[in-house]
């Protein structure tokens, strides 16, 4: 079978088993949310946290709850990194300096997962299960948390409560991340993904020299690093290493795992508001955004260029021999339309044309399908903004879900949208401008100003990827995309539960003849253009001196 071919399949595995979790999950995600009742683990955690499980928060409340909660987790996570020579499992690993300790926590704790450091000599394995895996578990629950907020907005009325921050992050993770990492963390170790609490294991070369294969807990971080929209590896070749991602079903497991939470949270919108199409229209927009950036990288990556290319008879730099260029390209595609990040091919080995088409697919926002949470608030936030533009046109006040589209909401609203592009223009226009960047390249040129531009799109984003040509551990890149990472995160998580709060204390009004429909094809189509339009107008000048022309070049 030819590796076309071979995708094609695995595509189509893929798209049925989606749809096949689809309702289900959906369903099951919206009933965790909306039920009253608390299970006895979660009462034993809100007695133990001192939490009362049956108040609600106002909006104000809530961000102060997701802003504490993860002002706390980077400073433990920090603490555990310096401390790290006298807890158990180091593996004689010394503490991580207070550079790569920062940019660690708060990437772990913002749902990026940007690595600085190589894993297998960096950190132990108390600091990886203890810090980093359970990070990965709560970022992911901290955006699921926040989507089911805005939600609210939409479906509650004269009110000014949200629910509460505290119910919704226990329910995300015990309900919903905890059981489905430990059934698809199984499901990887019989796959032939490792678990190991070993340093490693002596092997021996065929010179007759000696070397020392790094070992890991690997299945177990590997399942919430993919389900959760995490995206760090144990290892430090990450989705690529035989150990993380050893076949074809594996990798094929692992972007079903990326994806199947996003896409199943439409369902639980549509669910949630009373209307699935409403969730129906949402995932056609996630879908159309996915599947065109696929058709980008996947035939910029089969198109051979360059001699070497040439003899391969496709561009296999940079790409496993196990995956090859149809996998890889899904792998890829996946990772960065949502904020997952993980790899199994290098990024940066890509074509002009194909590495564009990743890091477009992160500067859409990361909403095809995007990140747990993030994901579905992020798409709302521009359905939003698809339907003030068309009020702007028809000259009426625009109206959403039976909520008005107000001063106040429309300025959450772009607040949320603008914060990204904000932050990756002026990390990279400064990072270019220091006279050290230029050391810190692989590469000069078009390509080189594309590493730079990819770091900070997937900082300020919290993806996590790389191109990796990049060399990013000076204190000037430690601190900057930490900072990159913590804005890009919290200011619109701060804008959408403000957006929230306003659109739950609305009066829900009646649609009339003159209400725009959004669950048909032509909301649909506004939504896309506008996803689109605000991308081209504020990167196309930025892409055209990097990707654009070096695939022009």
């Not at 991308?535 to 990097?546: N, S, W």
Request: overall charge positive; glycine content about 12%; proline content about 4%.
């Amino acid at each position: 079978m030819s590796d076309t071919a071979a995708g094609l399949v695995q595509l189509g595995i893929l798209l049925v088993a989606l749809a096949l979790v689809y309702k289900p999950l959906g369903d099951y995600m919206a009933r965790v949310f909306s039920s009253e009742k608390h299970t006895k683990a979660e009462r034993g955690l809100y007695k133990l946290f001192r939490v009362n499980p049956d108040t609600e928060q106002r909006w104000p409340m809530y961000a102060t709850g997701v802003l504490a909660f993860s002002l706390v987790s980077v400073l433990f996570l920090y603490l555990l990194q310096r401390l790290q020579p006298i807890l158990p499992w180091n593996l004689g690993r010394g503490a991580v300096s207070p550079a790569v300790a920062f940019n660690t926590a708060v990437s772990f704790v913002s749902n990026t997962n940007w690595q600085s450091y190589v894993p297998e000599t960096t950190m132990g394995h108390f600091v990886q299960m203890a810090g980093l895996t359970v990070q990965n578990f709560l970022s992911g629950a901290v955006g699921i948390a926040v989507a089911i907020a805005l939600i609210r907005g939409f479906i509650r009325s004269r009110t000014d409560r949200l629910g509460n921050f505290w119910v919704d992050l226990t329910r995300g993770t015990v309900r919903i991340l905890l059981p489905m990492a430990f059934v698809f963390a199984i499901v990887l170790m019989g796959l032939g993904v490792i678990q190991s609490l070993k340093a490693g294991v002596a092997v021996t070369n065929p010179d007759g020299s000696q070397s020392t294969i790094a070992l890991a807990p690997v299945a177990s971080q590997e399942s919430i690093k993919e389900l959760g929209n995490n995206g760090g590896g144990v290892l430090n070749a990450n989705s690529a290493h035989p150990f993380e991602n050893p076949n074809s079903w594996t990798n094929l497991i692992e972007i079903f795992m990326m994806l199947v939470i996003p896409v199943s949270l439409t369902r639980t919108f549509g669910k949630l508001v009373g209307n699935a199409k409403q969730g129906y229209v949402l995932l056609s927009v996630m879908g159309a955004l996915w599947g065109a950036m696929l058709a980008v990288i996947w035939i910029s990556e089969g198109k051979a260029g360059g001699p070497a290319a040439l003899l391969a008879g496709a561009n296999m730099e940079g790409k496993e021999q196990r995956f090859g260029i149809s996998a890889s390209s899904i792998f890829s595609d996946t990772t960065t339309g949502t904020s997952t990040g993980a790899v199994n091919a290098a990024h940066d080995s890509y074509s002009g044309l194909g590495g564009g088409g990743t890091l477009l697919n992160i500067l859409f926002g990361e909403i095809s399908p995007g990140g747990v949470g993030a994901g579905i608030y992020g798409i709302l936030v521009m359905a939003i903004i698809a339907m003030f533009l068309a009020g702007l046109m028809v000259g009426r006040t625009p109206e959403y879900l039976g909520k008005k589209l107000g001063k106040r909401e429309v300025t959450s609203a772009a607040i949320s949208m603008l914060a990204m592009p904000t932050l990756v223009l002026l990390g990279t226009g400064a990072a270019l401008m220091i006279p050290g960047t230029a050391a810190a390249l692989t590469n000069s040129g078009a390509h080189g100003l594309s590493e730079v531009f990819y770091a900070y799109a997937s900082g300020s984003n919290n993806n996590g990827s790389a191109f990796g040509g990049l060399t990013a551990t000076s204190n000037w890149f430690q601190s900057t995309l930490g900072v990159a990472m913590l804005l890009g995160r919290f200011i619109p998580i701060i804008a959408v539960l403000c957006l929230a709060g306003s659109l739950a204390a609305q009066k829900k009004v009646p649609e009339t003849a003159g209400t725009l429909p959004t669950t048909g094809p032509l909301f649909g189509t506004m939504l896309v253009g506008t996803v689109v339009l605000v991308a081209a107008l504020t990167f196309i000048p930025a892409l055209a001196l990097g990707p654009i022309a070096e695939a022009l070049a």
